[in-house]
């Protein structure tokens, strides 16, 4: 079944709504997906919370938003020495599936953190980041969820798309993080993380 490579975003989309309109086939696709994740869950932690502070949680990104970074993965527009590998050697079904699982899973927040820091970080997020990725920081099928993920994976991503060099060089998000000062970018890890 070929409906993530080469199919276009629009079929991945089509494909993504019919299995999440049938409980039979939702169901299908998690318990594949679960399986197919054994390897993935060594890193990305088996409810796609990880527990590595440089390595995303996965658990509760909307499946459109993984296949694309998949996508990108695959055919290089994102870099990454291990997941570029790796992602070329599995089959689309497994792909897929997998997005389904981890999209299912509910993603654990950090603890609340009252400094001045974080509050900084939180205004930052209302009137720059919500726009797009939603006022929880949910994110959508075009947006990552932020909610609850990692600092030092958020402080990295953001370093990476203000440098624009190929590991992740999105352009919408390049324009955005080249407006954040370090402290800005640190004030925004403080917060993303608790955010629920
Ligand atoms: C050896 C550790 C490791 C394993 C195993 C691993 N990953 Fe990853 N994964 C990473 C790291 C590190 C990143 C972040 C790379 C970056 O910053 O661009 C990542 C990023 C991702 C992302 C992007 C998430 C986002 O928020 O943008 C997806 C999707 C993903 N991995 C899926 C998978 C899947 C599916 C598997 C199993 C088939 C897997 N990974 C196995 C280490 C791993
Ligand atoms: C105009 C829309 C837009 C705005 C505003 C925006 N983002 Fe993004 N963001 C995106 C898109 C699109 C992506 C996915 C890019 C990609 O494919 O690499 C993204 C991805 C990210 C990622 C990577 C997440 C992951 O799981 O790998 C982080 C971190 C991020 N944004 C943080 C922020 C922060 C912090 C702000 C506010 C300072 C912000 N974004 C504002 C559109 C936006």
Redesign the pocket.
């Known amino acids: 079944m070929l409906f993530v490579f080469p199919a276009d975003a629009q079929e991945v989309d089509a494909r993504i709504q019919q299995v999440m309109s049938s409980p039979h086939a939702l169901e299908k696709a998690q318990i594949d997906g679960k399986k197919a994740?054994y390897?993935?869950a060594?890193?990305?932690g088996d409810t796609g919370n990880s527990a590595y502070d440089?390595?995303?949680n996965?658990a509760g990104?909307h499946p459109g938003y993984?296949l694309n970074?998949?996508r990108k993965f695959a055919d290089g527009r994102?870099q990454?020495d291990?997941?570029s590998g790796?992602i070329k050697v599995?089959k689309d079904e497994e792909?897929f599936n997998?997005a389904i699982y981890y999209s299912a899973q509910t993603v654990q927040p950090a603890a609340a953190n009252e400094s001045a820091q974080a509050a900084r970080g939180k205004e930052i997020f209302r009137s720059i980041c919500a726009s797009c990725h939603g006022p929880q920081g949910h994110g959508s099928q075009n947006f990552?969820r932020l909610a609850g993920q990692h600092a030092r994976y958020v402080s990295?991503?953001l370093d990476k798309y203000r440098k624009g060099t190929k590991?992740?060089n999105d352009p919408v998000m390049g324009s955005v993080a080249r407006r954040l000062s370090d402290s800005d970018i640190a004030a925004l890890a403080a917060y993303i993380p608790t955010m629920k």
């Open positions: 994740a390897f993935c060594n890193c990305h440089y390595i995303p996965l990104q993984l970074q998949i994102r990454d291990f997941m790796m599995m792909r997998i990552a990295e991503s590991e992740r």
